[in-house]
């Protein structure tokens, strides 16, 4: 469980960009320029505290205006939201367009910057869309889709031997590794960063994803995933559910009984609140992955790194709604709960990091992490998202992918 569009590695707040200085108050901007700041300042927001822990009181105090000053820019809180995706999806078009007909790593260097001058705007796109009206989410889900299927076009063109299909396949994979910057940090500077995105995209848009090879076999020591034996796992995997779909604020516990077929407060006979049923369902998937870690320390061999990523994959696959919800609902965890997950993860960087430092002895420490995490992010991108979970080959796809992001 590490994000996220898709996921996306989407390691916790410990990880997240360090928030930057307000926006400067300006004393008279035209209407455009205060619109544009309100939606800058609200991104930032959106982006730090998740849609609805922000209000519009929030951001007018921030820009230095009166909350009804901002209702004449944004007749509500979702408007200001839509606008703040589309601010950030407007600055991507612009790169694909201007950097289309030249070379493809120019494009995929404009994204790059893209992502990293506007942090926020890939957590927003794929964390918070979800609050906007259907009507709203369908005109950014197009435009979105408009930039995927110009960027696609152009990887085609370079790579005319390949389906469509597997093209968009590629260039989520490769949206995914410049997506990073919305939820990680780094120790790189800003040039060594972007070198190392824009390597570890370019090597997910040269990949032969039909030719790949199939993932080594499951060692016996795996952990699976247990069946619900009983009402208390039924809970928490139909909250689970529940949670992706609709997201956790959106879910009450009558909803859960309902689809449980109990009524909603016989759940407070086994969950004391409905956050307690979240932390259950991470301390559950946090506990399989930790075994599979001791598992490896045990063994008395160092882990290969195929291995590494194919175990990762398949428990990915296995959870992929847990893992959906881990990528868009984290800051509904309490902070003890929080830390036992991030433990758990920060243990999983740690071991790709030194087996590819291991295989790759050009990587030093910080540029390997870098492409560690933005592995994990293209693994937990592919598998959340509903229509790329159904090709038939998409574990053995996947991990081609996570492994030529690792390589570069």
């Known amino acids: ?66 909350g009804p000053a901002v209702y004449r820019h944004f007749r509500n809180k979702e408007a200001l939201l839509a606008a703040a995706i589309v601010s950030g999806l407007d600055l991507v078009q612009a790169a694909v367009d201007e950097a289309s007909p030249g070379p493809l790593e120019d494009l995929v260097t404009a994204v790059a910057e893209v992502g990293l001058a506007r942090p926020d705007m890939w957590v927003l796109l794929q ?31 370079q790579r005319p031997e390949i389906r469509p299909e597997d093209a968009r396949l590629l260039v989520t994979a490769a949206t995914a590794v410049l997506s990073l910057p919305s939820t990680t940090h780094t120790s790189l500077t800003p040039e060594e960063y972007r070198h190392e995105l824009t390597s570890a995209a370019l090597a997910c848009l040269r990949t032969n994803v039909a030719s790949a090879g199939a993932p080594p076999a499951a060692p016996d020591t795996a952990a699976r995933a247990p069946e619900p034996t009983s009402r208390r796992e039924q809970i928490v ?16 516990l009558d909803d859960i009984g309902a689809a449980v077929g109990i009524a909603g407060p016989s759940i407070l006979h086994h969950f004391a609140t409905k956050a307690d049923i979240l932390v259950t369902a991470f301390d559950r998937a946090s506990q399989r992955l930790a075994a599979d870690q001791a598992a490896r320390r045990t063994s008395g061999r160092a ?7 194919a175990a990762y994959i398949r428990f990915s696959l296995e959870n992929r709604s847990l893992l959906g919800v881990y990528v868009s609902e984290l800051m509904h965890l309490p902070p003890d709960a929080l830390a036992r997950t991030q433990d758990t993860l920060r243990t999983e960087v740690r071991d790709w990091t030194r087996a590819l430092v291991a295989t790759s002895f050009e990587l030093e420490e910080p540029a390997a992490r ?39």
Do not use: C, W
Request: charged fraction near 30%.
């Open 1 to 66: 469980m590490s994000g996220g569009a898709g996921s996306a590695d989407r390691v916790g707040r410990d990880d997240m960009p360090a928030p930057r200085d307000p926006l400067p108050r300006a004393a008279r901007l035209s209407a455009a320029q205060r619109r544009d700041q309100l939606a800058h300042v609200a991104a930032r927001r959106f982006h730090e505290l998740g849609y609805h822990r922000v209000s519009l009181g929030d951001v007018a105090a921030e820009a230095g205006v009166t």
């Open 127 to 157: 964390r918070e869309s979800r609050f906007l009206a259907p009507e709203s989410r369908a005109e950014i889900q197009a435009r979105f889709a408009e930039v995927i299927d110009g960027f696609s076009r152009r990887l085609r063109r």
């Open 237 to 252: 995997d139909t909250a689970v559910e529940l949670f992706f779909a609709r997201g956790y604020t959106g879910v009450s």
């Open 303 to 309: 882990p290969d790194l195929v291995s590494l990523v």
């Open 370 to 408: 870098a492409h560690v995490r933005a592995a994990l992010t293209v693994i937990n991108d592919l598998v959340r998202l509903g229509h790329f979970a159904k090709r038939p080959r998409i574990e053995t796809e996947i991990l081609a992918l996570a492994l030529a992001t690792l390589r570069g």
